[in-house]
């Protein structure tokens, strides 16, 4: 079997994995640490506090330092209310691609690496090297946050990473940082018919949107000369992947009619 065809057979076993971000993903970690002890690899398990998913750490060579490290995800993004024309944990190929969820972004790269996994255990390897794959990337990367501290504390340091994210086959060797967070309104319950005895969260949350839009709108004018981003600019969004395009917002409107007026006089 040559590398093509033993990296779609790889593949197609991942894909089998239903590894959405929300549920469990040992059974796949299982399976990759079996393959890579199997060839030789040192192998390190980092799981969560919970116990139910867990990080991969594995090394071919000698060392912690200076060595390469190929890096990716093991979850996936949902499926649920999308209209897949087949099984998305079944990969099927089609005109020459291959389908399935996952694919891509990213267990495509993650079986690329363990083909050449075989390769690299048979070299006499100088400078080590490393795969780490982690979970919870697509809801704030937070199996590499604990990964990291681990490879920190141990102190293996990489001399570089080659994360295989979908990237058109180009190499991307920079990208933005990125800050997330959460905030909560809390007013004081009351009447749409007396607004003046509560407190509506909702219109201290819209000041606090539009603010947001102002600052946006303000940064764009703060772009670096020659910046190589797309924007250039640093950009701040109310939900950090993606744009809602329908939303709604209820408004209630208390008036006088002509009626009222006269009652009232």
Known sequence: MNHLDH??????????????????NLQIIEYLADYLDHVGADVLLNHARDGTKANLFATLGQGHENGVL??????????????????????????GRLYGRGT??????IAACLTK??????????????????????????????LAKLLQDQGITPRLAIIGE????KAIEGHKGCCEYTTHFHGKAGHGSMPDIGVNAIEYAMRYGTKL?????????????????????????????EFIDLSQLDACLSFLTK???????
């Open 104 to 109: 891509c972004d990213m267990k495509g790269f």
């Open 259 to 265: 009626l009222e007026s006269k009652l009232a006089a």
């Open 166 to 169: 979908p990237t058109r086959m």
């Open 213 to 241: 839009m102002d600052i946006a709108q303000d940064l764009q004018g703060r772009a670096p000369e020659n910046g190589r981003f797309a924007p250039p600019w640093t950009t701040l969004a109310h939900k950090p992947d």
């Open 70 to 95: 190929l890096s990716g995800h093991t979850d996936v993004v949902p499926v649920a209310d999308q209209d897949w024309s087949h099984d998305p944990f079944d990969m099927v190929e089609r005109d």
């Open 7 to 24: 990296t779609q057979h790889i593949l197609r076993q991942l894909i089998a994995y239903p590894t959405i971000s929300a549920d469990s």
């Open 117 to 146: 996994a075989q390769d690299y255990a048979k070299l006499p390897l100088k400078t080590p090297v490393h795969f780490a794959f982690t979970y919870d990337e697509e809801t704030g990367c937070i199996g590499a946050q604990g």
